[in-house]
T-cell receptor, first 114, second 112 residues
Framework: GAGVSQSPRYKVAKRGQDVALRCDPISGHVSLFWYQQALGQGPEFLTYFQNEAQLDKSGLPSDRFFAERPEGSVSTLKIQRTQQEDSAVYLC????????????FGDGTRLSIL | DAKTTQPNSMESNEEEPVHLPCNHSTISGTDYIHWYRQLPSQGPEYVIH???SNVNNRMASLAIAEDRKSSTLILHRATLRDAAVYYC?????????????FGQGTILTVHP
């Protein structure tokens, strides 16, 4: 489809496992964002890519979180040694370059850590 | 980022207009006012944005106070599909990429 696609839609993992979440942005979009949304809260910024360059990772909560976008298109958010507090919905958004273009969001990956 | 204040919740009846308020008393001259909404189990969806003048699009209207310290999102005829969390967000145009800082938003309930 033409929108932002995220997979998997749901992920259940045991505490301590590593997980990888995928985002396919809208074709041609330069900017890609990851957000984390805890239950009942608004999304919180994690990191930003301009093409393949990660220009802002100020929102990543710990060094267990790692994101990449090696070819400037698909992005992967990896969480190592997952903990229960990592349970949340992880949202990906893409947009054209300029700051006032709308961000287009995927429907997120709901991560549950047991 | 400048802060916005919204009511926690609002209710409306179907086919009636809805006015969703947002206060942003510390807004700076370079801040754009953006509105997004989030339907249940979906990602946020862009609604509208503006700087100083009122704006209209197919989804809604945005009325911005003359001093820019407040704004109102107007849904002209609410439908059941408009039930969502509505977020008012300030984006600094000086930032080249404009990350979004979401607050708690307003939960809109639409009654049939």
């Amino acid at each position: 489809g033409a929108g932002v696609s995220q997979s998997p839609r749901y992920k259940v993992a045991k505490r301590g496992q590593d997980v990888a979440l995928r985002c396919d942005p809208i074709s041609g979009h330069v900017s890609l964002f990851w957000y984390q949304q805890a239950l009942g809260q608004g999304p919180e910024f994690l990191t930003y890519f301009q093409n393949e360059a990660q220009l802002d990772k100020s929102g990543l909560p710990s060094d267990r979180f790692f994101a990449e976008r090696p070819e400037g298109s698909v992005s992967t958010l990896k969480i190592q040694r997952t903990q229960q507090e990592d349970s949340a919905v992880y949202l990906c958004a893409s947009s054209s370059y300029t700051s006032n273009q709308p961000q287009h969001f995927g429907d997120g990956t709901r991560l549950s850590i047991l | 980022d400048a802060k916005t204040t919204q009511p926690n919740s609002m209710e409306s009846n179907e086919e009636e207009p809805v006015h969703l308020p947002c206060n942003h008393s510390t807004i700076s001259g370079t801040d754009y006012i953006h509105w997004y909404r989030q339907l249940p189990s979906q990602g946020p969806e862009y609604v509208i944005h503006g700087l100083t003048s009122n704006v209209n699009n197919r989804m809604a209207s945005l009325a911005i106070a003359e001093d820019r310290k407040s704004s109102t999102l107007i849904l002209h005829r609410a439908t059941l599909r408009d039930a969502a969390v509505y977020y008012c967000i300030l984006r600094d145009s000086r930032t080249s990429y404009g990350k979004l800082t979401f607050g708690q938003g307003t939960i809109l309930t639409v009654h049939p």
